[in-house]
Every structure is written in structure tokens, then in C-alpha cells.
């Protein structure tokens, strides 16, 4: 879909971009090809497409996969959508925030088109990008592979191997690999963005598998994360079952400096503070 052709579908449906819900189209088939091929979709499989707009995406997902279940938000675009499922004949649509997906829902979309794994393709709003990835990556059925569309300076942050960590890309390396599969810039959508995108390949997906409890571990990062400006051990001292001479004790004997903050440590160091308080 190109400039011309997304204007004329604007036009007829009587659409605007909406700003709030960062609504930015794609206009480059290039693009669309580099998503298609980054997934690697095959026509046993089962794909997720989270905010599918006036369907530019969509429209080749349903050629490729065996079936396509999108969700979306926006009403506005029901027509378009609902005269391209009438047309394909494997595209189900949700008319909700894909935040909303409950887990028995994801069970029960997997078992009625007869599938135990699936692909999820999203070209999200960037404000998501955090919640949309934990949401998957640590969900009791997880995908096979993610394709996204993020904001560039996001996803080489995630990718990056000498970075500040944060919540996110703690749950990526937990659980998953992740590359840049291609770089984006604002050109290729309408209306253009302030930043370049980026497709970020999320793959080799697993369940948790280390010896460090996975809930603990977690609230660990999630005090850990609440200031960002205090010291790590200070953060953790708002667990009542915590006390600073039982802290320091443990980050001098797996030798972490008292002033650490917790976007310095990594996958390892969270682990095994994780085994030593627990």
C-alpha cells in the first residue's frame, strides 16, 4: 500500500489518523515484505496481528498463514476489516485492546482453530511497546516468535549488549532472544512520526528455567525498578521482610557495590541475589 492508496481508503471511509492512539500508517510494501519474511509464516501456522488498521498488513497475512486472528481497537475501522475477513475467509477479529487478552481467552482462541503455538505480528504504539512484550513473554502460552515494528532507539536499547537494563529487557533476556531484523525510517508511514522504527525479531521463547524462584525473582526487579534514582538496596528495603544488615551482607558476599542501582545489574546478578534472599 503506498501513499496514494492509503489516502484514497482515508478518504472513503471517511478516516483520520488518530494521534492519541499513535496511529501511523505504514506506506511502503517494501516494509510489509520484511515483516512477512521476518516472521518466516507458513500455511500450518496460527498468527496473531495486534492493530491491523484499514488491514495493509493483514491482507498479506491471510495469503501466508493457515489463520489470522487480529485485534483491534478501533471501530473506526470495521468496515474495511470486516469486508476483508468476509473476503479471506480465515481472518477473525476481536474489537478489543489486546491489554484485555485474559489467558483462558488466548487458551480458548488456540484450541478452537486447533493449534498449541502461534505468531504474533504487531506494529503497536510505542506508548505499549513494554506491557505489549510482557504481556506475551510471560504468559503461560506463549507465542513461537513476536515480529514487531518498534521505535528504533527502543529496540536497539533491547538488543544492545552494553546497556542500562529495565524491566523489559530483563524479561527478554529471561525468556527470549532478540534481534534487529531491519531498520525503518519515518518515511515509510503516514502521517510520519517525529522517529525512525525499527523490526525486532523475538524468538527462541521459553518458560522460565532457572533455579531462582520466578516470583520472587520478579518482585526483586519490580522494588528494584520503582525509583529509578535510589540505590538498589534502598529500593529493596520497602519489602517489610527485608532488613539492611541482611542486604548488605548479601551484596558484599556476591560482591555487588552497596550504591549499585538496579538498571546496573544483570540477568545473573538478579538471579543469584534472587537464591541468596530467598
Do not use: C
Request: no cysteine; hydrophobic share 40%; glycine share 4%.
Amino acid at each position: 500500500m503506498n501513499k496514494t492508496e492509503l489516502e484514497f481508503l482515508l478518504d472513503k471511509y471517511n478516516l483520520t489518523p488518530n494521534k492519541i492512539r499513535g496511529q501511523n500508517f505504514l506506506i511502503s510494501d517494501e516494509v510489509l515484505d520484511k515483516i512477512i519474511s521476518a516472521e518466516q509464516i507458513s500455511k500450518s501456522d496460527l498468527v496473531l496481528e495486534i492493530g491491523p488498521g484499514l488491514g495493509a498488513l493483514t491482507s498479506r497475512l491471510v495469503k501466508e498463514a493457515r489463520q489470522v486472528v487480529a485485534f483491534e481497537v478501533d471501530k473506526n475501522f470495521k468496515k474495511p476489516l470486516d469486508k476483508l475477513s468476509a473476503l479471506a475467509g480465515n481472518l477473525e477479529i476481536f474489537w478489543q485492546d489486546i491489554l484485555s487478552l485474559s489467558t483462558r481467552q488466548l487458551a480458548d482462541i488456540l484450541e478452537k482453530h486447533k493449534s498449541k503455538q502461534y505468531k504474533v505480528v504487531a506494529n503497536i504504539p510505542y506508548y505499549l511497546t513494554a506491557k505489549f512484550i510482557q504481556k506475551f513473554i510471560q504468559n503461560k502460552y506463549q507465542p513461537e516468535t513476536m515480529v514487531l515494528m518498534l521505535q528504533k532507539e527502543v529496540a536497539e536499547r533491547i538488543v544492545s549488549k552494553d546497556k542500562k537494563e529495565s524491566k523489559l529487557s530483563l524479561s527478554l533476556a529471561f525468556y527470549a532472544q532478540s534481534r534487529i531484523a531491519s531498520l525503518v525510517g519515518k518515511e515509510n508511514f503516514y502521517p510520519s512520526p517525529k522517529v525512525d522504527s525499527a523490526i525486532i525479531v523475538i524468538e527462541k521463547i521459553k518458560a522460565w528455567s532457572y533455579e531462582a524462584d520466578e516470583k520472587l525473582t520478579w518482585q526483586l526487579i519490580q522494588r528494584g525498578f520503582a525509583s529509578k534514582r535510589k540505590k538498589l538496596i534502598n529500593n529493596l528495603l520497602s519489602d517489610p521482610k527485608l532488613n539492611k544488615e541482611k542486604l548488605t551482607a548479601v551484596f558484599l558476599e556476591i560482591g555487588l557495590d552497596l550504591n549499585i542501582r538496579a538498571e546496573k545489574l544483570s540477568v545473573d546478578n538478579w538471579l543469584i541475589l534472587a537464591k541468596k534472599i530467598g
